[in-house]
């Protein structure tokens, strides 16, 4: 029963580490050439996904290292629980891989659509309003929080020009 679950544990060590390793290979590949984003797309910096990738295979070699280290090594028999310990750190920087990849905010000419870690919405710029935070500007729906948009990124000053544009909240700021 140990072996079958060691070679589990094995199977999910290779398995996170390939997911994030893919992740990135198709960020590099997705805009190969371009130094900034597209007119219409918001996106965060590819970097933290790099960081979040790095550390699942981290986290996954860690996992593999506390699951097959000689017993000469392991003084208190804590390998199982370096091992759980590893994976579940490994879970959370895939997790943070994957929104990293996912999240962007697509720009059209009367909405905009978010992409999110596991949701997508669509919103008109009509229905929505901004507040000001200085290096930041946070976007509503009504009193719902939608999400955050530094001033720095690419496109982040267009989103806020349109939605100030079309929004009624912020008709007073056009005239």
């Given at each position: 029963?140990?072996d079958?679950?060691k070679?589990?544990?094995?199977a999910?060590?290779?398995?996170?580490?390939?997911?994030?390793?893919?992740?990135?290979?198709?960020?590099?590949?997705?805009?190969?050439?371009?130094?900034s984003?597209p007119?219409?797309?918001?996106a965060?910096p590819?970097?933290?996904?790099?960081?979040?990738a790095?550390?699942?295979?981290?986290?996954?070699?860690?996992?593999?290292?506390?699951?097959?280290?000689?017993?000469?090594?392991?003084?208190?028999?804590?390998?199982?629980?370096?091992c759980?310990?590893?994976?579940?750190f490994a879970?959370?920087?895939?997790?943070?891989?994957?929104?990293?990849?996912?999240?962007?905010?697509?720009?059209?000419?009367?909405?905009?659509?978010?992409?999110?870690?596991?949701?997508?919405?669509?919103?008109?710029?009509?229905?929505?309003?901004?507040?000001?935070?200085?290096?930041?500007?946070?976007?509503?729906?009504?009193?719902?929080?939608?999400?955050?948009?530094?001033?720095e990124s690419?496109?982040?000053?267009?989103?806020?020009?349109?939605?100030?544009?079309?929004?009624?909240?912020?008709?007073?700021?056009?005239?």
């Amino acid at each position: 029963m140990e072996d079958i679950v060691k070679w589990c544990i094995t199977a999910v060590c290779a398995l996170l580490p390939a997911i994030a390793i893919y992740l990135v290979i198709n960020v590099l590949s997705w805009k190969s050439g371009k130094k900034s984003a597209p007119r219409n797309e918001i996106a965060q910096p590819r970097q933290y996904l790099w960081v979040f990738a790095g550390s699942t295979v981290l986290w996954s070699a860690m996992a593999l290292f506390a699951l097959f280290m000689p017993e000469e090594m392991d003084a208190n028999d804590s390998s199982t629980f370096g091992c759980i310990f590893s994976l579940v750190f490994a879970a959370f920087s895939l997790s943070g891989a994957i929104w990293f990849y996912r999240w962007r905010i697509v720009l059209g000419k009367i909405e905009f659509t978010c992409y999110f870690f596991l949701r997508t919405r669509t919103y008109q710029y009509s229905e929505v309003h901004f507040r000001d935070f200085g290096n930041h500007y946070r976007i509503y729906c009504g009193k719902k929080y939608i999400c955050s948009v530094l001033d720095e990124s690419d496109n982040g000053e267009r989103l806020r020009g349109m939605i100030a544009k079309h929004s009624p909240v912020h008709a007073s700021s056009r005239n």
